[in-house]
């Protein structure tokens, strides 16, 4: 069966979403595992973006994929807010210039990486002001 619901997730999702910020998933996973797990776990319809394995060459950490999102939402990357739980994960997302968030709620959670601007233990430590640029030690404007 799909993995469970992060705690959190769906109210973050569903939060960025009122606020008129597009989402998207960005996964190396398969489509044809990616799209029937949203379905199960009641997102697939939060995102109205999904790209995958299927559709780039290079796999994270290379940015390809991540780059590929930003386009297809038309929005630069670095205007862009990537959650990852994964090294190679943040590091795809660091190369393509976005701010990366690192969420250490996994089965086997990454120690902390380089590339992260914030680590975070669960969805329910989102700050809803980073999407206006309030980064801790960064002033938005």
Known sequence: GPPPLMPGADAVVRAILRREVPVAVASMSKRAWVEP????????????????????????????????AASLLGVPPQACIAVEDTKHGVASAAAAGMWVVQLRQATIAADPQPGAHVVIE????????????????????
Request: aromatic letters at 12%; proline letters at 10%.
């Open 37 to 68: 797990t949203l379905d199960a776990i009641g997102m697939r319809d939060l995102f109205p973006l999904v790209v995958t394995h299927d559709e780039v060459s290079q796999p994270k950490p290379d940015p390809e994929i991540y780059l590929q």
């Open 122 to 141: 669960s969805f329910r430590e989102f700050d809803l002001g980073w999407l206006e640029g309030a980064w801790p030690g960064i002033r938005a404007g």
